[in-house]
Nanobody, 122 residues
C-alpha cells in the first residue's frame, strides 16, 4: 500500500506563486510515475503535470505549461509542484497521484492523495 499526503495549498492572489508538496510512503517511491491533478467545482478532474521515475521527462497540460513545474526528490520520497503566475481559473483541489505503469501521462492512476485546496483570488 502507498500513502500520499499533500501539503502547501492555500489562498493566494492573482499572479502569486505557491509550491505544493506530496510526501509518499509505503513502497519504493522511485517505482512510480508521479503526477498532480486538479478538480474544480463542477468540472472533471484534470491532470496538469506528470514526471517520470527518474525525473528525466515531464508532461504538462496546455493550461499550465510555462507556469507550473513538477519535480521530485527520490531521496526524500517527495514530489513538488511549483505554481507561478497563478490565475483564478487555477482554483481547485489539487491531488497527488502515483502510477506503476509506463505511459506518460498515465490513463489511470494506482494511488491518490486526499487533496489540498488552492484558491486564487482576482
Amino acid at each position: 500500500q502507498v500513502q500520499l499526503v499533500e501539503s502547501g495549498g492555500g489562498l493566494v492572489q492573482y499572479g502569486d506563486s505557491l509550491r505544493l508538496s506530496c510526501a509518499v510512503s509505503g513502497r519504493t517511491f522511485s517505482r512510480y510515475i508521479m503526477g498532480w491533478c486538479r478538480q474544480a467545482p463542477g468540472k472533471e478532474r484534470e491532470c496538469v503535470a506528470v514526471i517520470t521515475r527518474t525525473g528525466g521527462m515531464t508532461y504538462y497540460a496546455e493550461s499550465v505549461k510555462g507556469r507550473f513545474t513538477i519535480s521530485r526528490d527520490n531521496t526524500k520520497n517527495t514530489v513538488y509542484l511549483q505554481m507561478n503566475s497563478l490565475k483564478p481559473e487555477d482554483t481547485a483541489v489539487y491531488y497527488c497521484a502515483a502510477d506503476s505503469g509506463v505511459r506518460l501521462p498515465p490513463p489511470a492512476w494506482d494511488y491518490w492523495g486526499q487533496g489540498t485546496q488552492v484558491t486564487v483570488s482576482s
